[in-house]
C-alpha cells in the first residue's frame, strides 16, 4: 500500500513509519519540520519526506499532487491541553483546521482509507471503561478539539465518499517519548535526577497505558482494514 503519515516525526509517527516500512508498505512521511534523521538509514528507501505544515492547505495539496494514495494516517495534532489562551487557538487551529485541511486535499479520492488519532480524552474523566457508545465529554480544550476533528471526518466521509476509522487510544508510551510533562518519561528523568517522581492527586488514580510499538499496529490494522 502507498500511505501518507501525516505528523510523520512525532514520537508515535517515527514508529508507525519504521513498522509500515519493514511490511513493505510504502510511506509517504508528511510533517513540519521533518527531515532525514528522524528515520534509520535502512528504512528510508520506502519513506518519502514531505516537509509540509497541515495549516497550509496550497502546499498541502501540491505536496501529494501525482502520487497514488490507499490510505491516510493522520497524526498530525496539537498534543496537549493548552496552558494559555496562545496554546488554545493554535490547539483548535491544528486539530480542527489542520484536520480539516488534510480531509480536503484526500477529497476526489474515492476508496482511500482514512485513519484518524483520536484520542480517550473525548470520554472525559470517566471512572467506568468506556466504549464507542460511550458518550463524549468534552472537559478540556483538547478534548473539545479531537471531537470536533472526528465531527469533520464524519461529514468528509458522507461528502467526499472514503472510508474512515477514529482511533481513541490512551496513553503512549516507549522509547523516544521525550515529552517530560507526560508521566512515565517524567517520571523516570526525575528518577534518574535522584528526584522523587511526582504524585498527582492521592496517588489512588489509575491510567492506562499502551506501548508505542502495539499503537503502531493498531494504526496499521486499522490502515490495512
Not at 32 to 37: M, N, Q, T
Not at 72 to 80: E, Q, R, V
Not at 92 to 108: H, I, P, Q, R, Y
Not at 182 to 196: C, D, N, Q, V, W
Request: aromatic share 8%.
Amino acid at each position: 500500500m502507498d500511505i501518507l503519515v501525516t505528523g510523520a516525526n512525532g514520537f508515535i509517527g517515527r514508529v508507525l513509519c519504521r513498522r509500515l516500512c519493514k511490511k513493505g508498505h510504502t510511506v509517504y512521511a508528511l510533517a513540519k519540520g521533518i527531515k532525514e534523521s528522524d528515520f534509520t538509514a535502512g528504512h528510508w528507501k520506502k519513506i518519502e519526506a514531505l516537509e509540509v505544515n497541515v495549516l497550509d492547505p496550497a502546499s498541502l495539496q501540491k505536496a501529494i499532487e501525482g502520487k497514488k494514495l490507499d490510505c491516510c494516517i493522520h497524526l498530525a495534532g496539537f498534543s496537549n491541553n493548552p496552558a494559555n489562551p496562545a496554546e488554545e487557538k493554535l490547539c483548535f487551529s491544528t486539530n480542527v483546521d489542520g484536520t480539516k485541511n488534510v480531509l480536503e486535499a484526500m477529497a476526489g479520492r474515492k476508496g482511500m482509507g482514512f485513519v484518524f488519532m483520536s484520542s480517550i480524552k473525548v470520554y472525559g474523566n470517566a471512572n467506568d471503561s468506556v466504549d464507542e457508545l460511550s458518550p463524549l465529554l468534552a472537559e478540556d480544550a483538547y478534548s473539545k478539539s479531537k471531537i470536533y476533528a472526528e465531527k469533520e471526518i464524519e461529514i468528509a466521509v458522507k461528502k467526499y465518499g472514503f472510508s474512515a476509522i477514529i482511533l481513541r487510544p490512551s496513553n503512549s508510551y516507549g522509547p523516544g517519548d521525550l515529552s517530560f510533562q507526560r508521566i512515565i518519561p517524567g517520571s523516570l528523568k526525575r528518577i534518574f535526577a535522584g528526584e522523587p517522581p511526582v504524585v498527582y492527586g492521592d496517588g489512588s488514580a489509575v491510567k492506562n497505558f499502551i506501548f508505542v510499538d502495539d499503537t503502531a499496529d493498531a494504526i496499521i490494522l486499522a490502515a490495512e482494514k
